[in-house]
């Protein structure tokens, strides 16, 4: 098993942009989510997925959007990346609520 | 709402001395509780998790963590550490009706020779 990818590993982007981080896993994982994680911040969600067609916001929803066509994927899509954007960015997945979380190695992006 | 405080941002340990990382969350029921371990420029891995029973948890890499729920914490011990100990370290918290998990903000672990 590959676990949970993530790509790019780095990117930056002009304010305004857009662009979508992907992230796949294939453990059959129900649960997937997209974090940042910034300076003293510790790791924040952004939004979640209890299975396919099934997200919802996090606790830093504004910005992103996402989408669950498949088990497998959870693409997380900045609409016009802000400065404020700039973080690194975690996709985990889990089998059951509350089970140990499995992290991608995550995205580093940086908005200018 | 459930939150989680990591009071201290940096330790620094000899090689070999003991480690406790404090943990304090706040939730009105019975929390279900996790330490992560990231290494730099990696994902985070579990180090151990508490559900319910037994309040001491045995975890990976010779740690664990006691839950305390007249205190409110769930600190992370470790009798010996080694240099490959040095990483960020973060405790989290979900609850039973909430999908969310709710990260503290981290300590950064230093191990000096």
């Known amino acids: 098993n590959a676990g949970v990818t993530q790509t790019p590993k780095f990117q930056v982007l002009k304010t305004g942009q857009s662009m979508t981080l992907q992230c796949a896993q294939d453990?059959?994982?129900?649960?997937m989510s997209w974090y940042r994680q910034d300076p003293g911040m510790g790791l924040r969600l952004i939004h979640y997925?209890?299975?396919?067609?099934?997200?919802d916001q996090g606790e830093v929803p504004n910005g992103y959007n996402v989408s669950r066509s498949t088990t497998e994927d959870f693409p997380l899509r900045l609409l016009s990346a802000a400065p404020s954007q700039t973080s690194v960015y975690f996709c985990a997945s889990t089998e059951r609520r509350f089970e140990t979380q499995y992290f991608g190695p995550g995205t580093r992006l940086l908005v200018l | 709402a459930q939150s989680v405080t990591q009071p201290d941002i940096h330790i620094t340990v000899s090689e070999g001395a003991s480690l406790e990382l404090r943990c304090n969350y706040s939730?009105?029921?019975?929390?279900?509780l996790f330490w992560y371990v990231q290494s730099p420029g990696q994902g985070l891995q579990l180090l151990l998790k508490?559900?319910?029973?037994?309040?001491l948890v045995q975890g990976i890499k010779g740690f664990e963590a006691e839950f305390k729920r007249s205190q409110s914490s769930f600190n992370l011990r470790k009798p010996s550490v080694h240099w490959s100990d040095a990483a960020e370290y973060f405790c989290?918290?979900?609850?039973?009706?909430?999908?969310?998990?709710?990260f503290g903000t981290g300590t950064r672990l230093t191990i000096i020779p």
């Open positions: 939730y009105g029921a019975t929390p279900y």
């Open positions: 997925s209890v299975g396919a067609g099934i997200t």
């Open positions: 508490y559900f319910s029973g037994d309040t």
């Open positions: 989290a918290v979900g609850s039973f009706g909430n999908e969310k998990l709710t």
């Open positions: 453990m059959n994982h129900e649960y």
